[in-house]
């Protein structure tokens, strides 16, 4: 797969207000019409709920409500984002998914003590709709404002040129930079071959560990060198060709319950 994207995104000293999304206090927004929208809830601890009530607003047919939780129980709303229903690709006729455009999330999110601001540095920006909620808890878990994601898949499910990212499951994400840069463009992606030295190994595996917790159970990538030794970053045991520039996350098995009303 190449380091390649089109994208621009809006610098993080200059949002715009569409580009920011902030939770009303004590988040009472996330109880109103919690009983006529789909909502994912988003634990903490890893967990991931799909709420559907019985009667759904004719407005929220084709949205969903993203709503976290943290270890207190407090509840940051991320907003009713649109969804898409698209035939699964290269799966029987009549099998759909709902995917979720990443270019119409707000990329920057802050409230109290969370926080986070990520781009979408790839023409495949659409994501699943749950894995969109694990998306959120990772980065809800390391609390960064340097996320890079090098795409999903596109609007139909398919991931051209890649095989690896049909139907929104599988992501790929930038190597994180020790000075918390975040690059947009052909060739931005930080290449751990030749830049060993600016990888932000510490911050990288937390971040690792978070896409773990939060689904993603298979992880490829590359090795680099410290003081002269070989290093490989958490939950990527050996080198796999062409991801010496991102992280592929994949086997997607998130810990997840449908809940019907």
Known sequence: KKDSTKTKTVPLTNFKKKDTLKSKPDNLLANKNSKSIVTYRIYS?????????????????????????????KKYDLGDFRIQKTQMYKRPKGNFINLINLEEVPKYYKKNNHQYHFNIDSPRSYVNEKSFASFIGAMFEVNYLDIGCNGFSHSDGSSKPSKSHINGNNGDFKYLRKDKSLKCGSGTSLNIIKQPDSLDSERQNKWLNALYKFGWKNFLGWSYK????????????????????????????????????
């Open 226 to 261: 410290l003081k002269g030794k070989k290093q490989y970053l958490d939950h990527i045991p050996k080198n796999t060709a062409n991801h010496f520039h991102h992280v592929h996350v994949q086997r997607y098995q998130p810990n997840f319950k449908e809940i019907r009303e």
């Open 45 to 73: 601890d890893g967990r991931i709920e799909k709420y559907i009530p019985k009667v759904i607003l004719k407005e929220n047919e084709n949205k969903y409500k993203y709503v976290y939780y943290d270890e207190q129980g």
